[in-house]
């Protein structure tokens, strides 16, 4: 499973951004698919994740109410809108699947940087 994330860049705070990753290799609908970020000198941390039927959605209560996942099953490709960016968003953001809701992200895309300003 290959994984290409795109959509990153620089914006100022309030601002939004749309990520988008797009998967090939495998039948994409049988993953479940996340976001994660990593800030510099921190820990990668969970954003956001949508299992195959995007009938179950996760949030981290940090980005709540700002971020919304989705997937286009027929693209093969998973997004993340966010909204309302604050500086603290500032970080690289991957795209990631797995085949189990229960099972650690089995398959990374390369990140993509988000950086907002003040």
């Known amino acids: 499973v290959q994984l290409q994330a795109s959509g990153g860049g620089l914006v100022q705070a309030g601002d939004s951004l749309r990520l988008s990753c797009a998967v090939s290799?495998?039948?994409?609908?049988?993953?479940?698919m996340g976001w994660l970020r990593q800030a510099p000198g921190k820990e990668r941390e969970f954003v956001a994740r949508i299992s195959w039927s995007s009938g179950i959605i996760r949030y981290a209560d940090s980005v709540k109410g700002r971020f919304a996942i989705s997937r286009d099953n027929a693209k093969n490709t998973v997004y993340l809108q966010m909204n309302s960016l604050k500086p603290e968003d500032t970080a690289v953001y991957y795209c990631?699947?797995?085949?189990?809701?229960?099972?650690?992200?089995?398959?990374w895309g390369q990140g993509t940087q988000v950086t907002v300003s003040s």
């Open positions: 290799g495998r039948t994409f609908s049988n993953y479940v």
């Open positions: 990631a699947a797995k085949s189990r809701p229960t099972l650690d992200y089995e398959y």
